[in-house]
């Protein structure tokens, strides 16, 4: 039991510094003269501006230090709490799976990002080309939906660690606001490329491919 108490922990503190990882290393930097463009990316956020304007290295380090800040806070709420009502191979299962998701979401999120390249932005903006290549393929949005596996891996490990009712509450609050900020961002930005690439191009780009979710939507 102490082993996989352990083991559950490790792999929190690696599923978070891999969010941090997406968040604070862009998948392409732009040259400092394209001043503009670089802006256009970030938005209005001075914290990843920053951010963005350091080296990798830099980046890496900050990654680490938000990670041992956030896993900290997780790790003291459980305290000592390690009795499951559930067996030890169904909460084995269960971290298992949630492992799977997070890794899954965060690799093709990392994926399309890859894609994307110098086009990768987060502010809504309009690309000189619809992106038809890697995850882009079969999904309109393969980044947000890896985003989303990706935070919810991460949730459902929390909630197998018994990490208090208030960290799982938080994170949960946390994924909601992230989903439903999502939904509204894919409706804008869809409406946005409609506009921009009209509707025959547009619509044989949709017809093609799914918007987010696999066999659904």
């Not at 559950?8 to 997406?22: M, P, R």
């Not at 900050?62 to 459980?78: K, L, N």
């Not at 909460?91 to 110098?118: C, P, V």
Request: charged share 15%; proline share 4%; hydrophobic share 45%.
């Amino acid at each position: 039991m102490l082993a996989q108490v352990v083991k559950s922990k490790i792999w929190i503190v690696l599923l978070l510094f891999s969010h941090f990882l997406d968040i604070f290393i862009p998948p392409a930097k732009l040259p400092p003269s394209d001043e503009q463009k670089f802006n256009e990316r970030i938005g209005t956020n001075s914290l990843l501006s920053f951010v963005w304007e350091l080296s990798t290295i830099k980046q890496f380090m900050i990654a680490i230090v938000a990670t041992g800040m956030i896993s900290g806070t997780i790790i003291r709420r459980q305290g000592s709490e390690t009795k499951h009502s559930a067996s030890t191979i169904s909460s084995g299962l269960w971290e298992a799976s949630a492992i799977i998701m997070s890794l899954s979401g965060w690799a093709l999120r990392s994926w399309a990002k890859s894609t994307l390249s110098t086009f990768f932005t987060y502010r809504i903006s309009q690309p000189t080309s619809l992106i038809t290549t890697g995850p882009y393929s079969l999904l309109v949005h393969p980044g947000y939906l890896g985003g989303i596996l990706h935070k919810l891996g991460i949730l459902v490990l929390l909630v197998v660690m018994r990490s208090g009712h208030i960290m799982i509450a938080s994170f949960v609050v946390l994924c909601s606001m992230h989903v439903f900020n999502l939904l509204y961002r894919i409706k804008d930005e869809e409406e946005m490329l409609h506009a921009h690439f009209g509707d025959d191009q547009w619509t044989r780009h949709v017809t093609e491919r799914w918007h987010l979710i696999p066999f659904w939507w």
